[in-house]
């Protein structure tokens, strides 16, 4: 009943922006086309034809930001409506990037149903895996992840950063993601605001020329009214969704990750710091190591210093992370042994890497060095960076059992690996030479990609750590509540 009456009050007080997104985004689309006319013969005329996208980019802008804090009402600490609106911007890149992506995925499709089909049983392939079944559902996909997926998850972020600007309550967004109150409003809308105006347009008008116009223009105006009217539909809903949820409860697990990764982010500075150096000493020594041998010589030996450093510095950012995210014991070792223990671990990952790759299947091979490898070394790697090799090698074990260790270490490795590569595969070209300065922000996005899912899996296996090995609150195999059994 609160959720219906939320509703109801959020239409009443809103009614006059809701109203403007009607009338003055027709307004904005009718500018725009005028500004598609506008002559270049004089230079006023070519200023012109350059300011004109940026009022009606700022109106857009003032329009959306503005409508967004009215559904939201009045909040302590929101930021001003230029600073929400600016933010905005952000994630109109973010949308663009995850378009593009979809875009390629789209084009490979063809690609990737022949692949499926020729690799399919001869029974299932000739009635059921067909190239035309496969490449359908594929497109389907495509298309659920394009108007559904792809709304559903940028647009409680759009209005949060409208009303909070950066300082936006992340943890409150994603719980509201996880409601299944939000879900059915985006699929609704995918199918009034984007698959029956595409019907509608699918079907040629027949008849008099007169009849034809008229046609026309109510198919126009149909599909006008339902894209705004689904527009306002998600942003109505997910305002009221998003007020309605409250912060994590004191132990709440997202609550304490959060708080884990907030008493590391020096360290976590540190580390993005020393990773942009390496990342930036190793493309000026792969674009410069080339001619004379003196020329090779003096690259070589001015950028293995640094290289050495930045490498030095990223394992001693996250031995000093993983020490900063226990928060609970009092048993901590010497830093030096404890960064000694923890290049062991490493060294072990490391071997179990090159054992991996000499496995056939890419599949398996991925699985491994993304998901089990990793989430097999770090809980070890964090409890010897808080007490050396005075390990509670039992209840490690028992951490390593228990599933949201596994689907976190998931989440983690998946994050870290298929962003970047997705990214490479839309905008990377290797028929194009690659500048040094583009070549540096690829790797530097892989890089940062990685790192980061290594300081989540830490983190998460701190809280884990702090939960299973310091807390009374132990799991029932243990039968004690002691601090380890090492």
């Known amino acids: ?61 003032v329009l959306e930001a503005g409508t967004m804090r009215r559904l939201f009402g009045d909040d302590e600490g929101r930021a001003r409506l230029w600073a929400g609106a600016l933010t905005l911007l952000a994630w109109a890149v973010v949308w663009w990037i995850a378009w593009q992506v979809l875009n390629w995925v789209e084009s490979m499709v063809p690609e990737w149903a022949g692949y499926l089909n020729s690799q399919s049983p001869a029974r299932l392939r000739a009635k059921l895996l067909t190239y035309e079944h496969i490449s359908n559902w594929l497109l389907i996909l495509v298309w659920v992840c394009r108007w559904i997926v792809l709304p559903a998850k940028i647009v409680p972020h759009v209005i949060a950063s409208a009303q909070w600007g950066w300082r936006m309550p992340w943890r409150k967004v994603w719980r509201m993601l996880l409601d299944w109150r939000w879900w059915p409003v985006p699929v609704a809308v995918a199918l009034l605001s984007v698959l029956l105006p595409g019907h509608f347009i699918a079907n040629a008008p027949h008849g008099t020329v007169s009849h034809q116009k008229w046609a026309v223009s109510f198919e126009m105006v149909g599909s006008y009214l339902l894209v705004v009217l689904g527009w306002v539909a998600l942003l109505v809903w997910s305002a009221i969704l998003l007020r309605q949820q409250i912060d994590g ?30 990342v930036a000493a190793d493309v000026v020594y792969e674009h410069l190591h080339r001619g004379s041998a003196l020329q090779q010589a003096i690259v070589n030996y001015s950028t293995r210093p640094i290289r050495i450093a930045a490498l030095l510095g990223v394992f001693a950012a996250l031995v000093f992370a993983a020490r900063t995210m226990v928060t609970r014991g009092d048993n901590k070792s010497n830093w030096l042994k404890a960064a000694l223990s923890v290049l062991v671990w490493i060294i072990v990952g490391g071997a179990l890497e090159v054992i991996a790759e000499l496995l056939k299947s890419p599949v398996l091979k991925w699985i491994l060095q993304w998901i089990a490898i990793p989430a097999v070394i770090a809980p070890w790697a964090v409890v010897t960076a808080q007490t050396c090799f005075r390990i509670p090698w039992k209840r490690v074990a028992l951490l390593l059992a228990n599933w949201r260790w596994w689907l976190g270490a998931a989440a983690a490795g998946t994050l870290s690996c298929l962003v970047p590569a997705l990214f490479y595969a839309v905008f990377w070209n290797d028929d194009v030479l690659i500048s040094p300065v583009r070549e540096f922000l690829f790797r530097s996005l892989h890089a940062l990609f990685e790192i980061g899912g290594w300081v989540l899996l830490f983190g998460w296996a701190a809280l884990m750590f702090d939960r299973y090995v310091y807390s009374s609150n132990l799991p029932t195999e243990t039968g004690d509540n002691t601090g380890g059994d090492a």
């Open 249 to 278: 409860a004191e132990g709440a697990w997202d609550r304490e990750l959060w708080q884990r990764l907030k008493l590391a982010r020096r360290w976590m500075a540190w580390l993005c710091g020393a990773t942009l150096v390496g």
């Open 1 to 61: 009943m609160k959720l219906w009456n939320d509703l109801i009050r959020s239409l009443r007080t809103s009614l006059g922006w809701i109203a403007a997104q009607f009338w003055a985004t027709l307004l904005l689309i009718l500018a725009g086309v005028a500004w598609t006319r506008l002559p270049d013969k004089h230079v006023w005329q070519v200023l012109l034809s350059l300011v004109i996208p940026l009022l009606l980019a700022a109106g857009f802008l």
